[in-house]
């Protein structure tokens, strides 16, 4: 079942999101070590507190929003139930993930941007 979550999350990472993490088998493992005490504690309702729960939120609110949803999309009951300080620990993890995917792409991204109501808003997109 563990396997399961990992590979529908990450996935799902992938299509919904377009973030494909490199040296996935690393990252699968890393999951895996944290996913598995993570459903023994919601199983047995037993409540982890996560005392950087808030300035994960400020720094990564982005990738928490984003793991909070794939874990949402999983037809688990006991993972649909995961705490906020679950999900915050799970963001720094996601966050170190993508970071390195980052480091280690050397690509260019580009595109074009149209907005039909003013070149201001266009301006302001681009800058963004």
């Known amino acids: ?45 037993f409540p982890m507190v996560n005392p950087l729960k808030d300035q994960i939120l400020n720094k990564y609110g982005h990738i928490y929003t984003i793991i909070e949803d794939l874990f949402q999309q999983l037809n688990i009951e006991v993972i649909k139930s995961i705490s906020e300080d679950d999900l915050a620990y799970l963001t720094i993890h996601f966050a170190t993930f993508i970071k390195d995917t980052k480091d280690t792409d050397n690509y260019k991204m580009s595109g074009v941007i149209v907005c039909p109501s003013d070149i201001g808003v266009s301006v302001l997109l681009r800058n963004e």
């Not at 040296?23 to 459903?39: K, S």
């Open 1 to 45: 079942m563990i396997d399961r979550i990992i590979d529908s999350v990450l996935e799902g990472l992938n299509k919904t999101y377009a973030i494909t993490l490199k040296e996935r088998e690393r990252v699968f493992n890393q999951l895996r070590m944290y996913i598995r005490p993570a459903i023994y504690r919601m199983y047995l309702n």
